[in-house]
Each structure stands twice: as structure tokens, then as C-alpha cells.
């Protein structure tokens, strides 16, 4: 069954770092695409980082030059490495693959001001 398992997030100063990860089972990262995904309290969901199955990374201009998607194939988990987080960056995180299906519960990121 895929499942998408987040963690890392938390309060972080404006300015601050977190790294985000994603435990996947169900599917084999490295020849899948994965994405990271976040909502902010009454906005869509969009779509943040993606890696695909060959390694290729994008980004949203957002948060292009801020964050860094990448994942370890041995432990089937992708990171999201979250450095100069503004206010705007504030919402919960998720992971999943280019089509989504099921979300997991993700992981809630603040940044205050």
C-alpha cells in the first residue's frame, strides 16, 4: 500500500532552517518521481519540489534558491531542506508522487515573523 509519512517541520524563526523528510513505502523512490507539496490556511494546495526518477530537481520560483529536494534511495525517504524560510513559507507540508492519490497527514511548518 503507498504511504506517505512526513515529519520535521515546526516553529522556526524568519531567516531559520528545517529539513523536512518523507518515508515512502508502497513504491521504489528511485524509480519513481516524488514531490513536495504544501498548503497554507486558505490557499490550494501547490506544488513546491519535485525529483524525478533520474535525479532532475524543480522547483517553484518561490522557493527556488531557498529549498532543496533531494532523497536516499537506501532508506526510500526524500528531504526537503528548507533554509531562509519567510513568513509566506507557513503551511503543511506533503509528499507524494506527480499524481497524487492519498495524502498522508503531513507536517505542519511556521515561520514567524
Known amino acids: 500500500q503507498l504511504q506517505f509519512v512526513e515529519s520535521g517541520g515546526g516553529l522556526v524563526q524568519a531567516g531559520g532552517s528545517l529539513r523536512l523528510s518523507c518515508a515512502v513505502s508502497g513504491i521504489t523512490i528511485r524509480f519513481n518521481s516524488i514531490a513536495w507539496y504544501r498548503q497554507a490556511p486558505g490557499k490550494e494546495r501547490e506544488l513546491v519540489a519535485r525529483?524525478?526518477?533520474?535525479?532532475?530537481?524543480i522547483y517553484a520560483e518561490s522557493v527556488k534558491g531557498r529549498f532543496t529536494i533531494s532523497r536516499d534511495n537506501a532508506k526510500n525517504t526524500v528531504y526537503l531542506q528548507m533554509n531562509s524560510l519567510k513568513s509566506e513559507d507557513t503551511a503543511v507540508y506533503f509528499c507524494?508522487?506527480?499524481?497524487?492519490?492519498?495524502w498522508g497527514q503531513g507536517t505542519q511548518v511556521t515561520v514567524s515573523s
Open positions: 507524494n508522487t506527480l499524481s497524487p492519490g492519498r
Open positions: 525529483i524525478y526518477s533520474a535525479g532532475t530537481t
